[in-house]
């Protein structure tokens, strides 16, 4: 589907990426995880597997694999964009700390607990020593964490 685009619209490839969260939002799982894969493919193919189009995207197609429950799928993918993310973006940056929140409420929601702690309590931190104690992400992400049992 993607292949028109190889030339290097960068353009064409946001468009088809919009137009991805859209069918996320319609219920349309399935064909968004065919779009997200051409995505990654293709950004992958123009830009590296490092480069933070690359990894949103494939952040996006981990998500759309555990709605779809494909659960081991998502959760080795998402390990893997957040320490892209961490290498690109470095550990306290926003994008970072998001992926890794997303990670731990994939392993709160198996119901491995012990190990989305310590991922969310160093997500707190991260946003805390960026946002403040104040903001609303601290509280709500602190919240969460009591619930955890941290």
Known sequence: ??????????????????????LIHQGSHAEALTMYRELVD?????????????LTARHNYADVLNRLG??????????EVLQGYRRTYGLRHAATLGVQVDLAAMKANQGRNAEAVPLLRDAIE???STHGPNHPL????????AQLGG
């Open 1 to 22: 589907m993607l292949a028109d685009v190889d030339g290097g619209s960068d353009l064409a490839l946001t468009v088809r990426h919009n137009l991805a969260a859209v």
């Open 42 to 54: 293709a950004r992958s193919r123009l830009k590296g597997d490092q480069h933070p189009d690359t």
């Open 70 to 79: 494909r659960v081991t799928e998502a959760e080795t993918l998402i390990a």
């Open 126 to 128: 991260g946003y805390r």
């Open 138 to 145: 601290v509280r709500e992400l602190t919240g969460v964490l």
